[in-house]
């Protein structure tokens, strides 16, 4: 009964993380309001942009049951994140930050595939509230906490200027110092390696298919994104294992 709960919690918190992922693209431009596209654009036709700045795919902006699909499947995600995060933790503050982190992971997965865009204000609200939230759940010393932020920031900030912002982007550097801050040290590093794994296979398995000649950049957001709920919740066991298996032997 409590999975189910937590289920449906989540559910409703994908579909208002859908939405203000399309509130915060209209913002800058890049899509229209999600009132104005529900009543101007007629059934199976795409809404005006209004203006955008950048093209905005058809899985995204496109007709409405393609629009709904995109914020069904985000909703679907939250929800079993929700769940799962209540089987690994249980009813705790563990859990409730993990559900703040899900929050935050799908809304800038959402942004970030849709229009590269890891909205300041996302970053900002859910950084305050992670802020406030960690010190009370976390079993670590904070300054674990605050060496992963600096630490993982400052490792996505060395190569953006290296490649002059052409190979990372501020918002990646900004989204990983608030993962760092929940994930800590050495955790930030998993789940760094975890997300430029997953990137790259992503990168190379779209390269294969031809896809997306459009566009030839890769969003890393949600490659972070997707690296850090693994570690939040199986990293201890993961660090474990490797110093275990890999270090002793």
Known sequence: MRLTIYFVLGLAAGYALAYLARVLLARRGLLAPPQAAAAS????????????????PAWYAGPTRRRLAADSAAALLTAALFAFMHLRFGFSGVWAVGALLTALCVLITITDLAARIIPNGAL???????????PFASPE?????????????????????????????????????????????????????????????????????????????IPFGPYLAFGSLIVYMYGKEIIDWYLTNLIHH
Do not use: Y
Request: aromatic share 6%; hydrophobic share 55%.
């Open 141 to 217: 010393p904070l300054w674990l906490h605050l060496l992963g932020a600096v630490c993982g920031s400052g490792i996505l900030l060395l190569l953006a200027i290296l490649s002059s912002g052409r190979g990372m982007g501020m918002g990646d550097v900004k989204l990983l110092a608030v993962l760092g801050w929940v994930l800590g040290f050495p955790g930030v590093l998993l789940a760094l390696f975890f997300g430029s794994i997953i990137g790259l296979l992503a990168g190379l398995l779209q390269q294969a298919s031809g896809g997306n000649k459009k566009r030839k950049t």
């Open 124 to 134: 900002l609200v859910f950084g305050v509230l992670l802020l406030a939230a960690v």
């Open 41 to 56: 654009a007629p059934a199976g036709e795409p809404p005006e942009a209004g203006g955008a700045k950048a093209a905005v």
